[in-house]
């Protein structure tokens, strides 16, 4: 029963990812860089997530080692990585406190989470979603602090949400599709890649 509920959940990850890049794609090419309000607001949002290879690997890791957890930590990883990041947007964009390091803390979310996928190392739930939403605080905060001062700042935080739950959508999809085609060891492959990647990125910063 397992097996058949992931393979059913890695079916519509698959689909939804699908359909969330087919509803971006028409929306990202006919937006105008300078036009101002909520359109502007928005596309700016979903562009800063993929403008950047620290929030992509970072987000899509994820997603990648929920679906190597599997169980309970398939959705509950990523939505404390959600929640936390939504939170940490607020933060930055209304300029409460400072967030100490938050190129070293996204920088760090890449290189622990490709160690954590090439390792295969498992979590209990509870610890995966907090070590995720200590993550995602610091992402979330770089979010918010670098809205453009014309943004509208719901539509912008709608953006940067939609395009962070479709790359870890993406990351799911991978890490269930590996499963079901027994290729998790092209996963654990992966997760050095991505763990090296993270350490230039800490170095670069």
């Not at 028409?26 to 300078?34: L, Q, R």
Request: aromatic share 8%; with cysteine.
């Amino acid at each position: 029963m397992k097996t058949l509920n992931e393979s059913v959940l890695g079916r519509r990850a698959v689909f939804t990812t699908v359909l969330l890049a087919a509803a971006l794609t028409p929306v990202v090419a006919s937006a105008h860089p300078g036009f101002p309000g909520h359109t502007h607001g928005f596309i700016n949002g979903v562009m800063h997530p993929l403008s950047g290879l620290d929030h992509l690997l970072a987000m899509t890791a994820v997603g990648l080692w929920a679906a190597q957890q599997g169980g309970k930590a398939l959705w509950r990883i990523p939505l404390a990585f959600l929640s936390a990041m939504v939170l940490g947007g607020i933060v930055g964009m209304i300029g409460l406190g400072q967030f100490p390091m938050i190129d070293q803390g996204i920088a760090a979310t890449v290189f622990v989470m490709g160690i954590l996928i090439a390792t295969t190392n498992r979590l209990s739930v509870g610890a995966g979603a907090v070590l995720a939403g200590l993550f995602a605080l610091f992402h979330g905060y770089a979010h918010g602090a670098e809205m453009p001062a014309t943004a509208s700042g719901l539509f912008y935080g709608a953006g940067f949400v939609l395009a962070t739950a479709a790359l870890q959508l993406l990351g799911i999809s991978m890490g269930l599709l590996a499963r079901k085609t027994n290729s998790m060891r092209l996963v654990r492959i992966g997760g050095c890649a991505i763990a090296v990647c993270g350490i230039y990125l800490v170095f670069a910063r």
